[in-house]
């Protein structure tokens, strides 16, 4: 059968479409018959790959599903829009996505702040916005009495905990400091990881801000190694956790770095310098080392859709397209329970999910009134770039 999607791309193709303000995956003449599924992400700058990662899943997973009749008798089409990181353009794309193109779920992308600035438009519009990997914990979290909003990811406070967890256990750090974003997700994770310190009745030697234009960050560094820091919470996406290690290695600080995920959605492995394989980065899931059949086929399956793979490493950020692959197929059994694309019914379908055997795991009631979080601290692994490639490490 012909699916929707069914283009393959190069590394100088998808930067050519991410920039594309049209219907980027349709075939022509089956757009006006098809179940719209909205991406808003970024799809330029230095976390791109974060952008590219989740346009392969949904669309590995589109592939599938259409391959199998689609749903409700329809196709199933992917719109995209570059939100270039910044709120203000991803909600204007969201309103563009839910007014004009009539998309029936909207998926989010790698920055919070951009997640944060949707969470009340989708909420207000009554149509599910699924965010398969910014973490933080208002998103889902969000204090509305009618919740749109369901998550396949990361949640800072739980990867807060176990990022301090790590700290004490592996690197027996008793006074550890945090450099953090300075936006909503910094301040996330702050909360997160102070509350989680406070848990071990612990304080943290310094709380330190990084921008996201920050060349030097050697002035905050220094503050944390003078206050006694013996290791590094870093929350940061690609650009500037790659300027904390530049940094670092200035300085000449040999201190432990652990990791939430930023570093992985684009390319860090190439801007931060000798110093990137240092970092212990938190993940959701990695094809390398993975010896599930799963995976194995999910592997198999990019490869044959995406002649550039050419392994494991190709799939860097693996994260973003495995959490997509299996939020794009909850999704589509949330549709399939609701029989229709009316957002409130799809909404309950999404509750109405028994059991899904997905990439990341089997999911079993994946979403409740109370919990809009499909996954959980017990799904996390850390990791650390080794030669380009995310490698679980113990």
Request: glycine share 10%; aromatic share 6%.
């Amino acid at each position: 059968m012909k699916t929707i999607l069914n283009q393959k791309f190069t590394r100088r193709s998808f930067a050519g479409l991410a920039l594309a303000t049209v219907t980027a995956f349709a075939t022509p003449g089956l757009a006006q018959d098809t179940i719209k599924i909205g991406l808003i992400a970024s799809l330029s700058g230095p976390s791109a790959k974060s952008g590219e990662a989740i346009t392969r899943g949904m669309a590995l997973a589109i592939d599938e599903i259409n391959a199998a009749g689609g749903l409700l008798g329809k196709q199933v089409e992917m719109i995209r829009r570059d939100d270039e990181d910044n709120p203000g353009k991803g909600l204007t794309a969201a309103r563009e996505l839910v007014q004009r193109e009539g998309v029936v779920v909207l998926f989010g992308g790698l920055q919070t702040p951009v997640s944060l600035a949707l969470v009340p438009y989708m909420n207000q519009a009554k149509v599910p916005f699924m965010g398969p990997w910014a973490a933080g914990t208002p998103i889902t979290q969000n204090g509305a009495e009618e919740n749109y909003v369901f998550r396949v990811s990361a949640v800072d406070e739980m990867v807060d905990v176990a990022l301090v967890e790590r700290a004490v256990t592996v690197h027996g750090s008793k006074n550890p400091g945090m450099m953090l974003i300075n936006n909503p997700w910094g301040e996330s994770n702050e909360k997160g990881l102070t509350a989680a310190l406070e848990a071990k009745g612990m304080t943290t030697a310094g709380i330190e801000r990084v921008e996201a234009n920050d060349i030097d960050v050697v002035p905050q560094l220094t503050r944390l190694k003078e206050a006694g820091a013996d290791a590094i919470f870093m929350v940061a996406n690609v650009g500037p956790s790659a300027q904390v290690m530049k940094s670092l290695e200035r300085m000449g600080w040999d201190v432990p770095v652990i990791s939430h995920w930023g570093p992985a959605g684009g390319r860090f492995s190439e801007l931060a310098g000798p110093r990137a394989k240092d970092v212990e980065m938190i993940q959701t899931f990695t094809f390398s080392g993975n010896d599930s059949p799963k995976a194995a086929a999910t592997l198999d399956a990019l490869m044959a859709k995406f002649p550039e793979i050419k392994g494991p490493a190709d799939v860097t950020p693996a994260v973003g397209i495995a959490n997509a692959y299996d939020a794009m197929h909850l999704t589509a059994l949330a549709i399939q329970n609701a029989g229709s694309t009316d957002g409130p019914a799809i909404r309950q379908g999404f509750y109405d999910i028994d059991s899904y055997d997905g990439l990341i795991k089997t999911y079993s009631t994946p979403f409740t009134p109370e919990q809009h979080d499909a996954l959980g601290a017990e799904d996390y692994v850390f990791t650390r770039f080794i030669d380009g490639e995310i490698i679980p490490i113990k």
